[in-house]
């Protein structure tokens, strides 16, 4: 049975006051999108005309204020059924009229139509009229179209003449311009059946046969106050007890539900309307009804409206299962996703979320709203506004939300995957791939150098501790460069969150279709991450020979984070290293073969750090022009350069050895063919008086007189005599042989020391250990380290 | 340690056990590896060269006469005598580990080459073919031979087949740890095949190391005056006449023969070894012996 809707009886007024002679017009168009209910309506008032004895039982059970004649006469025609090239001749014809037909030359006259309502009144209507008008060519057809016209015209008009009982009844799409114009040359009435005001009424007295005033309104209302009596913040309700009347008329529906799908399909006014949320309403009525007292929004099948909006469907299934551990999740999904594709607002406020999901048997609106809460972020197509007050579901993943989430996550229960995120940004990014990271990393035991960054920032004492450990039990000690950081890396929450960060939207990597935007995001967080880590480092661990060589010390030198830099520090000075060389080599009886020697540098920390073998060739080749060092060979093959012997190839069997631990023999020429004169005694000398001969400057020869007025004269010279060694006792011996103690007087005295870095303390004492001068000029090397 | 030992050299009647204590101690206990191990050469080098400062006796004299009179192969009763062909106490201290970490208690003691130390000679004075004749005697000529089990005599050419193959000239052909290991391998095929009571090891000769930094130091003339009178580690008297180079100190005569002492040596062009023997060294003449009852 058909419910008297209020536009219907708008429309029944209009006829009414036809009837009853209160108004003249008889004209009525009724307007609306598809399903809105035109088609409907005007059957309904067909009726009223073609059974009017009928209708008006209907009329008074609905209370309704209409009178209809006893008898009236009525004919319907729908263009997609009839397709007449003269409208009027389907309606003389139905109407019984063909004799009028006959008398009918172009289009029939106002005379010939009143002639329709001579007996009794008579209504005719027309469903779907703008569809037949257009189906006319127009250049074709024009006389056609002319002939109708005029029809149309005079039909209006005669409807609209108070001394006839002519209606005419058409439902309009708004799609014909001319059917607009021709109609409205007399102003019917229209009325616009989508604003009806009533529809939920129109919708509950079509899904449910009980009508609105059967219904057990107190059990209703026990429903309803229950679900009220729940709705504490952060639902928001102006008037909690207008809000249950209101439930109580829409009852068995929820009104936010029946206001959003009014809303959904309002919005799309090219859809079936009221039709559409029928159906939906519906469907789930037979799906729910025995599991719930009252449907809510999130007991719609999404399914529905996939039409409306295919991606964002395919988005809402896609995060099913990712909130499937939220309780309630899939429900708070639904409800989000039909906000959402309501093209108006497009989005859900927490009200609206709460309203669409909660059951007060299920759970409380405090555990749904953590709930909903909790949807953000694990739900990659969900997204809120910077509020939270709204949500909604995007195309796109929102991914700056899951990584958020997920960066919360891993700082929860995952800090082992954030340090290990930390450890690869440090080597990756920071020290580009270049170094290993202590102790996260182990650290090959191998003679290349490697340079080896720590993320603790450790006390000198905690530092040296800790390599202490690290450095028990390996045999290449000298080619690891250790950086240390000078600022709080692991144990700072700042870094540590930009590493959960990192790690956050690594970890949705293969999770989230997002065209290319997560590696975007992974790019930018790891460049910050990078930016923060690069300013904390760092400190290169140096280590030198204690000042008495008892054991190694350990210094911190500034520098960048790039092993570039750090080399730079460590320096490529092959003197250092030549020294060293002799030094070890003075200690060995029986030399060092050059492959022992190289391999000392690589393991003892007390040496000079090689950044690379040709740093020790190279000094080791200078030691040799220089004279410093004796090489030897396989078979007692000796490389003297005294004797001017080649360089050989410095291959590593060749032993190294310091010229003052070779027997005199090794020196010996073979004997020249010369007879010897004075100068053989010096080259028997040993090989320290052959350095000095290398190393002896010619000397400058001036005149002096011995008394001034004398023509005699003493001849004196002024020759720079250079000492070498790493005692004072070495040196002696040097002046011993080279200083006549008769004839030479010295007059300055220049001493240069490269010591192993001295302390404050070591250098006092140091200085207070030199003997007094007429004069002492000392420059000092220091290295200082700024304070960070 | 070394003072102590150097006045046993003094006091005692026979000098050779206060030098075989002197190698022992530098050789054993043995090093953590085979390289580190073989690094003690350096020190064996020292305490020669300091023996042959202090006591050139020994080299011209005691050392001689012990090689030409007391070189042996003594075959143990009821057990076996395995020749390690050029073992020196290097390898020997390593093979005593070993046998301990079997569980063998093995003895120590030592033996001479003869002179000049070589193969030949030492079966001459030994009178190997009679020996040969007397005994079941077995030639191993590799890692993984097959024993009876019952042999008197074992002849095993390692490491002396190994020592010539370490080096040519400047061109490495293996190492002395792969040397070191192969003849370990090979005693241990030997050891576990031998069925009885005792086992003696010993060697007809060691070798000296000839390498950079493990010789005499020597003057270009005298290098050059070496090098004209010999072309091998030896000459026989009758070839040559090296009592310049004997007057010199550089050789020594024995048994009709020119040897170099201890560690002097020459520079040689070619495919020459660094491990050599013939000579009248430490390590070359004064041989291992380790005794193992099983």
Same mark, same amino acid.
């Given at each position: 049975?058909?419910?008297?809707?209020?536009?219907?009886?708008?429309?029944?007024?209009?006829?009414?006051?036809?009837?009853?002679?209160?108004?003249?017009?008889?004209?009525?168009?009724?307007?609306?999108?598809?399903?809105?209910?035109?088609?409907?309506?005007?059957?309904?008032?067909?009726?009223?005309? @073609?059974?009017?004895?009928?209708?008006?039982?209907?009329?008074?059970?609905?209370?309704?204020?209409?009178?209809?004649?006893?008898?009236?006469?009525?004919?319907?025609?729908?263009?997609?059924?009839?397709?007449?090239?003269?409208?009027?001749?389907?309606?003389?014809?139905?109407?019984?009229?063909?004799?009028?037909?006959?008398?009918?030359?172009?289009?029939?006259?106002?005379?010939?139509?009143?002639?329709?309502?001579?007996?009794?009144? #008579?209504? !005719?209507?027309?469903?779907?009229?703008?569809?037949?008008?257009?189906?006319?060519?127009?250049?074709?057809?024009?006389?056609?179209?002319?002939?109708?016209?005029?029809?149309?015209?005079?039909?209006?008009?005669?409807?609209?003449?108070?001394?006839?009982?002519?209606?005419?009844?058409?439902?309009?799409?708004?799609?014909?311009?001319?059917?607009?114009?021709? $109609?409205?040359?007399?102003?019917?009435?229209? =009325?616009? *059946?989508?604003?009806?005001?009533?529809?939920?009424?129109?919708?509950?007295?079509?899904?449910?046969?009980?009508?609105?005033?059967?219904?057990?309104?107190?059990?209703?209302?026990? !429903?309803?106050?229950?679900?009220?009596?729940?709705? @504490?913040?952060?639902?928001?309700?102006?008037?909690?007890?207008?809000?249950?009347?209101? *439930?109580?008329?829409?009852?068995?529906?929820?009104?936010?539900?029946?206001?959003?799908?009014?809303?959904?399909?309002?919005?799309?006014?090219?859809?079936?309307?009221?039709?559409? $949320? *029928?159906?939906?309403?519906?469907?789930?009525?037979?799906?729910?009804? @025995?599991?719930?007292?009252?449907?809510?929004?999130?007991?719609?099948?999404?399914?529905?409206?996939?039409?409306?909006?295919?991606?964002?469907?395919?988005?809402?299934?896609?995060?099913?299962?990712?909130?499937?551990?939220?309780?309630?999740?899939?429900?708070?999904?639904?409800?989000?996703?039909?906000?959402?594709?309501?093209?108006?607002?497009?989005?859900?406020?927490?009200?609206?979320?709460?309203?669409?999901?909660?059951?007060?048997?299920?759970?409380?609106?405090?555990?749904?709203?953590?709930?909903?809460?909790?949807?953000?972020?694990?739900?990659?197509?969900?997204?809120?506004?910077?509020?939270?007050?709204?949500?909604?579901?995007?195309?796109?993943?929102?991914?700056?939300?899951?990584?958020?989430?997920?960066?919360?996550?891993?700082?929860?229960?995952?800090?082992?995957? !954030?340090?290990?995120?930390? =450890?690869?940004?440090?080597?990756?990014?920071?020290?580009?791939?270049?170094?290993?990271?202590?102790?996260?990393?182990?650290?090959?035991?191998?003679?290349?150098?490697?340079?080896?960054?720590?993320?603790?920032?450790?006390?000198?004492?905690?530092?040296?501790?800790?390599?202490?450990?690290?450095?028990?039990?390996?045999?290449?000690?000298?080619? #690891?460069?250790?950086?240390?950081?000078?600022?709080?890396?692991?144990?700072?929450?700042?870094?540590?969150?930009?590493?959960?960060?990192?790690?956050?939207?690594?970890?949705?990597?293969?999770?989230?279709?997002?065209?290319?935007?997560?590696?975007?995001?992974?790019?930018?967080?790891?460049?910050?991450?990078?930016?923060?880590?690069?300013?904390?480092?760092?400190?290169?661990?140096?280590?030198?020979?204690?000042?008495?060589?008892?054991?190694?010390?350990?210094?911190?030198?500034?520098?960048?984070?790039?092993?570039?830099?750090?080399?730079?520090?460590?320096?490529?000075?092959?003197?250092?290293?030549?020294?060293?060389?002799?030094?070890?080599?003075?200690?060995?009886?029986?030399?060092?073969?050059?492959?022992?020697?190289?391999?000392?540098?690589?393991?003892?920390?007390?040496?000079?750090?090689?950044?690379?073998?040709?740093?020790?060739?190279?000094?080791?080749?200078?030691?040799?022009?220089?004279?410093?060092?004796?090489?030897?060979?396989?078979?007692?093959?000796?490389?003297?350069?005294?004797?001017?012997?080649?360089?050989?190839?410095?291959?590593?069997?060749?032993?190294?050895?310091?010229?003052?631990?070779?027997?005199?023999?090794?020196?010996?020429?073979?004997?020249?063919?010369?007879?010897?004169?004075?100068?053989?005694?010096?080259?028997?000398?040993?090989?320290?008086?052959?350095?000095?001969?290398?190393?002896?400057?010619?000397?400058?020869?001036?005149?002096?007189?011995?008394?001034?007025?004398?023509?005699?004269?003493?001849?004196?010279?002024?020759?720079?005599?250079?000492?070498?060694?790493?005692?004072?006792? =070495?040196?002696?011996? *040097?002046?011993?042989?080279?200083?006549?103690?008769?004839?030479?007087?010295?007059?300055?005295?220049?001493?240069?020391?490269?010591?192993?870095?001295?302390?404050?303390?070591?250098? #006092?004492?140091?200085?207070?250990?030199?003997?007094?001068?007429?004069? !002492?000029?000392?420059?000092?090397?220091?290295?200082?380290?700024?304070?960070? | 340690?070394?003072?102590?030992?150097?006045?046993?050299?003094?006091?005692?009647?026979?000098?050779?056990?206060?030098?075989?204590?002197?190698?022992? %101690?530098?050789?054993?206990?043995?090093?953590?590896?085979?390289?580190?191990?073989?690094?003690?050469?350096?020190?064996?080098?020292?305490?020669?060269?300091?023996?042959?400062?202090?006591?050139?006796?020994?080299?011209? +004299?005691?050392?001689?006469?012990?090689?030409?009179?007391?070189?042996?192969?003594?075959?143990?009763?009821?057990?076996?005598?395995?020749?390690?062909?050029?073992?020196?106490?290097?390898?020997?201290?390593?093979?005593?580990?070993?046998?301990?970490?079997?569980?063998?208690?093995?003895?120590?003691?030592?033996?001479?080459?003869?002179?000049?130390?070589?193969?030949?000679?030492?079966?001459?004075?030994?009178?190997?073919?009679?020996?040969?004749?007397?005994?079941?005697?077995?030639?191993?000529?590799?890692?993984?031979?097959?024993?009876?089990? +019952?042999?008197?005599?074992?002849?095993?050419?390692?490491? %002396?087949?190994?020592?010539?193959?370490?080096?040519?000239?400047?061109?490495?052909?293996?190492?002395?740890?792969?040397?070191?290991?192969?003849?370990?391998?090979?005693?241990?095929?030997?050891?576990?095949?031998?069925?009885?009571?005792?086992?003696?090891?010993?060697? %007809?000769?060691?070798?000296?190391?000839? +390498?950079?930094?493990?010789?005499?130091?020597?003057?270009?003339?005298?290098?050059?005056?070496?090098?004209?009178?010999?072309?091998?580690?030896?000459?026989?008297?009758?070839?040559?006449?090296?009592?310049?180079?004997? +007057?010199?100190? &550089?050789?020594?005569?024995?048994?009709?023969?020119?040897?170099?002492?201890?560690?002097?040596?020459?520079?040689?062009?070619?495919?020459?070894?660094?491990?050599?023997?013939?000579?009248?060294?430490?390590?070359?003449?004064?041989?291992?012996?380790?005794?193992?009852? &099983?």
């Amino acid at each position: 049975m058909t419910y008297p809707s209020n536009a219907l009886q708008t429309a029944f007024d209009h006829v009414d006051n036809k009837l009853q002679g209160r108004d003249n017009q008889g004209g009525l168009t009724l307007s609306g999108p598809y399903g809105a209910g035109k088609s409907h309506g005007l059957l309904v008032l067909y009726h009223l005309f @073609n059974r009017p004895t009928v209708a008006q039982k209907w009329i008074e059970e609905w209370d309704v204020s209409l009178n209809l004649p006893e008898s009236s006469k009525a004919t319907i025609h729908s263009t997609s059924e009839t397709d007449a090239d003269l409208i009027w001749e389907p309606i003389f014809e139905d109407l019984g009229r063909e004799d009028i037909l006959d008398d009918i030359k172009r289009y029939p006259t106002t005379e010939h139509l009143e002639q329709l309502t001579e007996e009794e009144p #008579v209504a !005719i209507f027309f469903d779907e009229i703008e569809t037949w008008w257009e189906s006319f060519d127009k250049s074709e057809n024009e006389e056609l179209l002319e002939r109708n016209e005029f029809f149309l015209q005079h039909l209006f008009e005669v409807a609209n003449d108070p001394q006839e009982d002519l209606f005419a009844f058409a439902t309009l799409l708004d799609k014909s311009q001319d059917i607009k114009r021709i $109609v409205n040359r007399t102003n019917p009435y229209a =009325v616009d *059946m989508n604003d009806t005001g009533d529809r939920e009424q129109i919708i509950l007295h079509r899904l449910f046969e009980t009508r609105q005033d059967d219904v057990d309104e107190k059990a209703v209302r026990d !429903i309803v106050s229950e679900y009220v009596d729940h709705y @504490n913040y952060p639902i928001e309700i102006d008037e909690p007890k207008r809000y249950e009347n209101r *439930m109580v008329e829409t009852y068995p529906f929820h009104p936010e539900l029946l206001d959003l799908l009014d809303d959904v399909y309002d919005a799309g006014r090219e859809r079936q309307s009221v039709r559409g $949320v *029928m159906n939906v309403l519906a469907d789930t009525v037979r799906r729910k009804y @025995n599991e719930t007292d009252l449907l809510i929004t999130c007991d719609i099948e999404p399914s529905a409206f996939r039409g409306i909006n295919q991606t964002l469907f395919n988005r809402y299934v896609s995060d099913k299962d990712a909130v499937d551990d939220i309780d309630f999740g899939e429900d708070l999904l639904r409800t989000i996703f039909l906000y959402t594709i309501e093209e108006r607002e497009q989005r859900a406020s927490v009200t609206e979320c709460l309203l669409g999901t909660f059951k007060p048997q299920k759970t409380t609106v405090d555990k749904l709203h953590m709930s909903l809460e909790g949807l953000y972020g694990v739900a990659h197509y969900l997204d809120r506004d910077s509020q939270k007050e709204n949500y909604y579901l995007t195309e796109d993943p929102k991914l700056t939300a899951l990584v958020t989430r997920e960066q919360e996550r891993v700082l929860e229960d995952d800090r082992g995957s !954030i340090e290990e995120t930390l =450890v690869d940004v440090v080597r990756n990014d920071v020290w580009s791939d270049d170094v290993y990271v202590y102790p996260d990393e182990d650290v090959p035991d191998r003679k290349e150098l490697t340079t080896v960054v720590m993320l603790d920032y450790l006390s000198n004492g905690a530092l040296r501790g800790k390599l202490d450990d690290f450095f028990g039990g390996r045999t290449y000690q000298n080619t #690891v460069l250790f950086v240390t950081p000078k600022k709080e890396i692991r144990d700072d929450s700042e870094i540590i969150g930009k590493a959960a960060r990192v790690l956050g939207a690594e970890n949705l990597r293969g999770n989230v279709d997002d065209g290319g935007e997560l590696a975007s995001i992974i790019r930018d967080e790891r460049r910050e991450l990078r930016n923060e880590l690069e300013d904390r480092f760092g400190k290169w661990v140096k280590w030198s020979e204690g000042p008495n060589g008892d054991g190694i010390r350990m210094r911190r030198i500034d520098v960048t984070a790039d092993v570039d830099d750090v080399k730079d520090k460590v320096g490529r000075d092959k003197t250092y290293v030549g020294e060293k060389i002799r030094e070890e080599v003075a200690d060995a009886e029986n030399g060092i073969a050059i492959a022992s020697m190289l391999n000392d540098f690589k393991q003892f920390r007390r040496m000079p750090i090689l950044l690379s073998d040709e740093v020790f060739y190279s000094a080791v080749s200078q030691l040799y022009r220089d004279e410093k060092v004796v090489l030897e060979g396989d078979r007692a093959n000796f490389y003297v350069p005294q004797k001017s012997d080649a360089l050989p190839d410095l291959t590593d069997d060749l032993t190294i050895h310091h010229p003052d631990n070779l027997d005199d023999s090794i020196f010996e020429e073979e004997p020249e063919p010369e007879p010897s004169s004075e100068n053989e005694g010096e080259g028997e000398s040993s090989s320290e008086n052959n350095d000095t001969t290398a190393l002896t400057q010619k000397p400058e020869t001036k005149a002096v007189s011995s008394k001034p007025d004398s023509t005699d004269s003493v001849t004196v010279s002024t020759e720079v005599i250079k000492l070498e060694g790493n005692n004072a006792r =070495v040196l002696r011996s *040097m002046a011993d042989s080279r200083i006549n103690g008769e004839k030479d007087e010295t007059t300055h005295i220049d001493l240069s020391y490269d010591v192993d870095n001295l302390s404050k303390d070591e250098l #006092v004492e140091f200085l207070e250990q030199l003997p007094s001068g007429k004069h !002492i000029d000392a420059t000092l090397t220091v290295e200082r380290e700024d304070e960070n | 340690m070394r003072t102590e030992l150097l006045t046993q050299l003094v006091e005692n009647d026979d000098p050779v056990p206060a030098v075989w204590d002197t190698l022992w %101690d530098i050789w054993y206990p043995t090093g953590d590896d085979v390289s580190e191990h073989y690094r003690r050469e350096t020190e064996s080098v020292s305490y020669e060269r300091l023996l042959l400062d202090v006591y050139q006796e020994f080299f011209t +004299d005691v050392l001689p006469h012990k090689c030409v009179n007391e070189a042996s192969l003594n075959v143990p009763e009821d057990g076996t005598f395995v020749v390690m062909d050029a073992m020196s106490v290097r390898e020997a201290s390593m093979f005593v580990d070993m046998l301990q970490e079997e569980g063998y208690e093995p003895e120590t003691g030592f033996s001479f080459s003869s002179v000049p130390s070589e193969t030949k000679f030492y079966r001459d004075r030994v009178n190997y073919s009679e020996l040969k004749r007397n005994h079941k005697t077995a030639d191993v000529k590799s890692q993984d031979p097959t024993l009876d089990g +019952d042999e008197e005599i074992i002849w095993c050419r390692y490491p %002396d087949a190994l020592l010539e193959n370490i080096q040519e000239g400047k061109t490495k052909l293996s190492s002395i740890e792969e040397m070191y290991e192969k003849t370990e391998t090979a005693l241990r095929a030997i050891l576990d095949q031998l069925d009885t009571d005792r086992i003696v090891i010993g060697s %007809d000769h060691g070798y000296a190391r000839l +390498d950079a930094g493990h010789t005499f130091q020597i003057s270009d003339g005298e290098k050059s005056a070496l090098q004209e009178t010999f072309s091998g580690r030896f000459e026989s008297v009758g070839e040559v006449d090296a009592s310049h180079l004997v +007057d010199a100190g &550089l050789v020594v005569e024995a048994d009709g023969y020119y040897m170099p002492i201890g560690r002097y040596t020459w520079p040689a062009r070619g495919k020459y070894s660094t491990f050599q023997h013939g000579g009248l060294s430490l390590l070359e003449c004064i041989t291992p012996r380790i005794e193992v009852t &099983l």
